[in-house]
């Protein structure tokens, strides 16, 4: 097996997503075979993953698909054994090793854990083969000692798997030393002995005010301090996991171009977004609900959902169906994303009762298109060309259901001689089951040049150089030497 460290946290949001990305970029940068690993994961932000001597794709976490690039190396499944994807405030899609294992409400899935937990450790002997070195990302707090016994994200499976933790907490919300204090405090003594530090993240100012602060946390715990991180601004233009982080954008000064788009209650994969908020000319807004969507927009996204009947209850709760229609009828340009493309159709069709009890209901009618939903998952990544420009696309779906219709006559892409998407007949709305439309560079300077916006193109060399830059200060910052010695 190759050498591994566990980066869990005193919280969720505290940043370990980032750091584990940086951290890996680092040890690539000094030569090792590094690979990423986060046992459990929840989140619709899905990327398609490579399932291992198999053609068949599946879904991981959009943060190990990240945390691969970092390492340069293609993502598997086996990066993200257990996906869990939220379809209601009570209930998730269960995904293991890529593949839809079942439906789970959560109070049934804490029994569903010790399942789950083979195929965890089978994943986690796949992930090590031929690297160097394992860096692995806890999920939510190890604090949380209610689960403990059914635990496979934290605790459980460290020690399980006999992976030294570094425990991560976050300045920024304050409390920071009571909390990693406090963990200390209640672990139990089996998962107290499995720490062997902690990084104090989200810094911002002079680091050298809080080594009173450093001094005290080792004072109360034992643990090493590995560092203080400053607070990472090259972070922001990482894709982006959690929809929480969707809380804290807010509207800026408007460029050339503002985009709206509402926060469905199950959105899904809206970091399709994040090639457009990357650039200068572009402001996206990201609507949230009890809010109108900007009158003054050019463009309105309604962005994937991982439930397209329910969320369309929820856009017409919060009003912004007739927001869209007034948009439109001022000649303002709409796009649907995959759960979003659906929605703009005439109907949308669930007989199998697949996304819950409700069997149909009416589209926003923008697109003269219907969806029948159906159990087979289409999971892969895929090479296309435009239908729109004459220009290539890459990019991956991930959705169920078969959207038929006069306006799929006018594609919005070609993935081989299979058209996808539609698109009205005056061009200024279209919905498409391609994500990653607006990461493919030429496409996006094209669409962006119908508003009158310059692309400055180049969004994958901007992720790259962001790794570099986050790995740089982590280097500079951090004891990494230190934190991968820790590593057994």
């Known amino acids: 097996m190759a050498r591994a460290v566990m980066l869990q946290g005193t919280g969720s949001d505290v940043g370990k997503t980032v750091l584990v990305a940086g951290l890996c970029r680092a040890a690539r940068r000094r030569g090792l075979k590094v690979r990423p690993f986060k046992p459990q994961n929840m989140s619709n932000n899905a990327a398609v993953a490579a399932i291992p001597g ?7 976490g959009r943060a190990q698909w990240l945390q691969a690039l970092a390492c340069g190396v293609a993502p598997t499944v086996h990066m993200n054994p257990v996906l869990l994807k939220p379809q209601s405030d009570i209930g998730a899609q269960v995904v293991v ?20 937990l083979s195929a965890v450790m089978d994943s986690w002997e ?41 425990l991560v907490g976050d ?18 003594e089996e998962d107290r002995a499995m720490v062997e530090g902690f990084i104090i993240n989200k810094f911002r100012g002079d680091l050298s005010l809080f080594d009173e602060g ?77 809010r109108r969507l900007p009158e003054d927009g050019s463009l309105v996204i309604v962005p994937g959902t991982k439930s397209t009947i329910a969320d369309l209850a929820f856009l017409r709760r919060n009003g912004w169906d007739r927001d869209i229609a007034a948009h439109r009828a001022r000649g303002g340009a709409v796009v649907g994303l995959c759960g979003g493309y659906q929605m703009l159709g005439r109907r949308v069709l669930d007989p199998q009762g697949i996304e819950g009890n409700q069997r149909e ?46 306006d799929c006559g006018r594609p919005v892409a070609f993935i081989g001689d299979r058209p996808d998407g ?20 030429a496409f996006r300077r094209a669409f962006l040049a119908e508003f009158g916006v310059r692309s ?15 790995a740089g200060d982590l280097e500079r910052h951090l004891d990494c030497d230190g934190i991968f010695a820790a590593a057994r």
């Open 361 to 406: 209901a009416d589209g926003l009618g923008f697109l003269d298109v219907e969806t029948v939903m159906a159990p087979e998952k289409a999971v892969r990544n895929v090479e296309a060309r435009s239908a729109r420009y004459p220009v290539p696309l890459s990019g991956y779906e991930i959705h169920l259901g078969e959207t038929t219709g006069p």
């Open 214 to 290: 450093l001094a005290a946390i080792t004072r109360f715990t034992g643990w090493r301090p590995f560092g203080i991180v400053p607070w990472l601004a090259e972070a922001a233009r990482l894709p982006s996991e959690d929809s929480v982080v969707l809380e804290r954008l807010r509207a800026g000064d408007a460029p050339g171009l503002k985009v709206a788009v509402p926060m469905l209650s199950r959105i899904a994969n809206f970091d399709d977004l994040d090639p457009l908020r990357a650039e200068p000319g572009v402001e996206v807004v990201f609507v949230p609900p009890g």
């Open 456 to 470: 400055t193109g180049g969004y994958r060399e901007q992720v790259e150089a962001a790794l570099d830059a986050i």
């Open 171 to 188: 300045i920024d919300r304050g409390g920071v030393i009571a909390a990693l204090a406090g963990t200390h405090l209640i672990l139990p």
């Open 422 to 441: 539609a698109m009205s007949p005056d061009g200024r709305v279209f919905g498409t089951y391609l994500h990653g439309l607006f990461g493919a560079d």
């Open 54 to 60: 198999e053609e068949a794709e599946g879904e991981i």
């Open 97 to 116: 090793q890529g593949r839809v294992h079942c439906e789970a409400r959560a109070r049934d899935y804490g029994a569903l854990k010790k399942h789950l």
């Open 126 to 166: 796949k992930v090590g083969e031929g690297a160097d070195l394992v860096i692995v990302e806890g999920a939510g707090s190890p604090a949380e000692i209610n689960l403990r016994d059914r635990d496979i994200a934290n605790m459980g499976f460290a020690t399980r798997a006999d992976v030294p933790v570094i």
